[in-house]
């Protein structure tokens, strides 16, 4: 089944290259969605991610491979 | 395309600005080294990916709505003789437009918007050096959508195009984006970084300033230098290659600015190096040799200079990249001094007021200068017209200019979106966590060969190999 063009033997004719010409709208939809949908996964990995790290701090322990004392400022 | 010369010429252009994007590339990386090597090595990891993740999300919302904002926000909406959003170009870019994208009928909208979104990363970046290990990376990377992909492109699209109304009307000039890059990031950044705060133990009980070292000042300083490299693409990114500033009975091509108007590739160059210069030697005396600030200073330098270096004399673009220089570090110290203003990595001074000085010098040195061709359909000028009729470039509409990229479309949004994320708790880390360092208790360490303690592999290597020599031994 073709998706975009069959033939590039008149290039002074040939718009768009990619497939499926005609979808950018939805596209263009599904790309926003994407995009917003990564923020809103970003941030709750972020807060998961903080409030572990505050127990471990709580806690007074290290994760394994951390090598800074978790009260110490460090640097 | 059939006729060689034309082909050629646009096959030139298409060449001309992928090689910026990609030199321009290496601001990015420079921003990336410096931070990193600014920062402690317990917040290192988190600092690296803070920055480095503000590419995707201001590129995807570059292709969604920045791009659009640039041409159809030049009239302000309704600043310029009332008109309103401009349709004529605008509407070949909203993301479903079949120009956006490969298309044989176009070969400079890709190069070019990216080219554009190369400078909506170094905006971004800007303020991401200043708020470094207190800074959730959810807020940051919605501050860097918005200062990407909409308040640069704005005010771009107003000081920044030979059409935008702010060199129609006011005659603004600002040629390598000493207010519209460098001023608009240092007015956000400063904003942020009043309403976070400063990290902890930064100032004494008494108000007294607490250094807190670099991890890696070789980082930091290669950082700088990689910036450097890149702004080359930068400047020339600034440039339209090949324009025919005569008439079409007898054309005359050039190079020529963001405007229109001309400039030499050769010329700029002296005045990049030249600039670059005047901030170093300034920056090395003022700073008794420190390589962060003579290196800053160097940046502050470029940075002052460039609203006019498209014209500028090269030894004027020395002394304005040398004054504006002793300025940065300067008001710098001041800032912090007075105000207890925590920016890590000096971002305010050498982009920010280094910036606003900048444009502010430009409208004095290059007073009546044409600003653009006059816009059909514009109100006159303002500030005074050339004998030919253009917008005229003048101190009062670069001063105004000024402000506008700083206060009213930095600072100004930047405080009210810092308040916002700061009331909905993702502005800055817990406590606990800036305490014990960011990447503590989340990533492993950035240096475990330099350790205080073994790692869990080697903990693992050490139980093994351990239980594997004593077999040795006993066999032996």
Redesign the interface.
Known sequence: MPTGLESFSN??D?????PF?GT??P??II??AL?IL??VL??RE??R??N???A???AK????????P??T??? | M?DLTDSLNVLFTEFYYWMTVVIMFLIHVGFSLYEAGIG???NLQHILIKNV?LI??VT??F??FGWWIYFAFINGPFINAGMGIDTALADNF?????L??????DRITGVFWAAFLLFSWTAASIVSGAIIERT???AF??MAVVLGSILWIIDASWGWSPNGWMVQLMGYHDAYASGVIHAIAGGAALAVVIVIGPR??KFGPNGEIRN??P?NVWMASIGLLLIYTGFWGFYAACNIPVFNIGTEAEPFYSATNIYLMPTTLSGITFNFLMSLSGGMLAGFIVSKGQPFWTLSAGLAGIISASAGNDLYHPIQAMIVGGVGAILAFKLHHYVERRFRIDDAVGAVAVHGYAGFFGVVVAGFLLWGYPAAAPLAGSALPWFGVTPDGFPAINPLGNLIGAVIMFAVLGFAPFYVLARVLKAAG?LR??R??E???????????S??YF???Y???EEIEKREGLAELSGSDTRT
């Open positions: 290039p002074a040939i718009g768009p290259l990619y010409p950018e709208g596209l263009a790309g926003i995009w990564f923020h970003q941030t972020e807060n991610k903080w572990e790290a505050e471990a701090f709580d322990i290290l994760l394994p491979g951390s090598d800074e978790p009260h400022m460090g640097g | 059939s402690r090595r317990k993740m995707p999300v995807v919302s292709f969604f909203y993301p479903w437009s079949p956006m994208g490969p298309n044989m009928g959730r990376t959810t990377l919605i902890i133990g807190i070292p991890h993702i880390i817990p606990k966590v305490l014990a360092g960011m990447d503590t208790n989340t990533l492993d360490s240096y475990p350790s205080r303690t790692t869990a592999f």
